[in-house]
C-alpha cells in the first residue's frame, strides 16, 4: 500500500497518496490531515458502491479495507507515517 504525502504548499498543506484520487488540503497540518480522512472515507464507500469494477480503480482494494476498519487515529497515524 502506498505511503501518504504531507506537504508544505502555499501557506498551508497538502495531502495525497500517489496512485490514488484522493488528495486533501488544509490552512493547517492537523486540518489537511482531518480533511484526508474524510476524503479517504469517502473514497472506501464511493469504492463500495459503484468504483470496485472500475479497472483503474481495482487495485485499490487492501487501502479500501484498511480505511474501512480503522479508526481516525489509526489513520492519522499511518498518514503522518507513525504506523509501521
Request: glycine letters at 8%.
Amino acid at each position: 500500500m502506498a505511503r501518504a504525502r504531507v506537504i508544505p504548499e502555499g501557506g498551508g498543506w497538502s495531502v495525497f497518496v500517489p496512485g490514488l484520487p484522493v488528495a486533501a488540503d488544509g490552512a493547517t497540518f492537523d486540518a489537511a490531515i482531518t480533511e484526508m480522512i474524510a476524503a479517504l472515507r469517502e473514497y472506501a464507500v464511493d469504492w463500495q458502491e459503484r468504483l470496485l469494477h472500475a479497472p483503474n480503480h481495482r487495485e485499490h482494494r487492501e487501502l479500501v479495507r484498511f480505511v474501512s476498519r480503522s479508526e481516525d487515529e489509526r489513520l492519522r497515524a499511518w498518514l503522518v507515517g507513525a504506523e509501521q
